[in-house]
């Protein structure tokens, strides 16, 4: 069963350049969450998703950023006309279901750089 | 919104058992306790979950005790592999802007 998988890896962009991420959950999950981490920081929540919904995005910065879950695909994270600061690692998370005894399962990152 | 504490960093002699500890004062009735380890340039994996009284794992074990406002992680007989940022979680998935890691505790394993 392959866990949460995200591409590109790595991704350079020039400043004012549009940044896609994509994140594939696991198999049977419907529960996708965005975080973003700074170097020596932990992890901070941006958006919450199940298919076609956006359920919780109160992490996300008001402009540029947008995230989308649908049908069928990957969810793609989405930064427009990048700057300096939005260089960090982004994860990906899934889940099969709400509930608290359902941990959330990362994938590796995509690390973007802004040059 | 239940916020955690933990100690930044911990050292540790391989063979030796660690424990981290986690304060979360505000814990809400429903919330959950997960522990995740983080390795450089990976995502956070799932180490252990649980509710009350202890849950243990192939890999550790989570103390929790009655009032639920601190848990702990023990990882049995370190080795260097464990080197690594363990950060603890409370709230309910779901709830995700509420699963706030904090800057976790940086264990470092040495021979």
């Known amino acids: 069963n392959a866990g949460v998988m995200q591409n590109p890896r790595h991704l350079v962009r020039r400043r004012g350049q549009e940044a896609r991420l994509r994140c594939s959950p696991m198999?049977?999950?419907?529960?996708v969450y965005w975080y973003r981490q700074l170097p020596e920081e932990g992890l901070k929540f941006m958006v919450y998703?199940?298919?076609?919904?956006?359920?919780?995005e109160s992490g996300m910065p008001k402009e540029r950023f947008s995230a989308e879950f649908p049908k069928e695909g990957p969810s793609i994270l989405r930064i427009q006309q990048v700057v300096r600061g939005d260089s960090a690692a982004y994860f990906c998370?899934?889940?099969?279901?709400?509930?608290?005894?359902?941990?959330?399962?990362f994938g590796n990152g995509t690390r973007l750089t802004v040059t | 919104l239940a916020k955690t504490t933990q100690p930044i960093s911990m050292d540790s002699y391989e063979g030796q058992e660690v424990n981290i500890t986690c304060s979360h004062n505000n814990i809400a009735t429903n919330d959950y306790i997960t522990w995740y380890q983080q390795f450089p340039s990976q995502g956070p994996r799932f180490i252990i979950q649980g509710y009350k009284t202890k849950v243990t794992n192939e890999v550790a074990s989570l103390f929790i005790p009655a009032d639920r406002k601190s848990s702990t992680l023990s990882l049995p007989r370190v080795s260097l592999s464990d080197t690594a940022v363990y950060y603890c979680?409370?709230?309910?998935?779901?709830?995700?802007?509420?699963?706030?890691f904090g800057t976790g505790t940086r264990l470092q394993v040495t021979l």
């Open positions: 198999k049977g999950h419907s529960h």
């Open positions: 979680l409370v709230g309910i998935i779901g709830t995700a802007s509420k699963l706030t």
């Open positions: 998370a899934s889940s099969p279901q709400q509930g608290g005894d359902s941990p959330l399962h």
């Open positions: 998703l199940q298919k076609e919904n956006i359920i919780d």
